[in-house]
């Protein structure tokens, strides 16, 4: 087991199946660059739904965008099967399904990186974000994200 598994096991997080609810794949690889399709705040006991700053506070949200990263991480391992390889978590783009005057996407989003940081270190962990608020999400979860990530290509 790769030093990431093992970091989510000592945090007590499991990658979950992978889901998708249309017709794309979860992992699109370019190069080095492997673009992961968004992913929803789903786990065994259902996804998180709502409006952030109405139905979903800040805690609840920060935890949703934490699911999404090992939903996201769930793809990722179709492509890059040992997660340890990854060379950088480049960009994640983080959509809030947003109340009326709710702005805080930013407090909300920190809860992806901060999970990604934890698991891949500064080095590997530190990346580019942009946190945006929507004004409706897919079957209204409550936060959707995508990462791009730098993984060498395996060799033929």
Known sequence: ???????????????????????????????????????????????VFGKVGAEVDIPQAQEAARLCVLNCLSALKEEVPDLDHVSRIVKLLGFVNSAPGFNQQHVVMDGASALLLELFGDEKGAHARSSVGMAELPLNIAVEVEMIVEAPAPTP
């Open 1 to 47: 087991m790769g030093h990431v598994e093992s970091r989510l096991q000592e945090l007590g997080l499991q990658l979950p199946a992978r889901r998708s609810y249309g017709r794309y794949v979860g992992a699109a690889r370019s190069g080095n660059l492997v673009f992961l399709s968004g992913a929803g705040p789903m786990r065994a006991q259902g996804a």
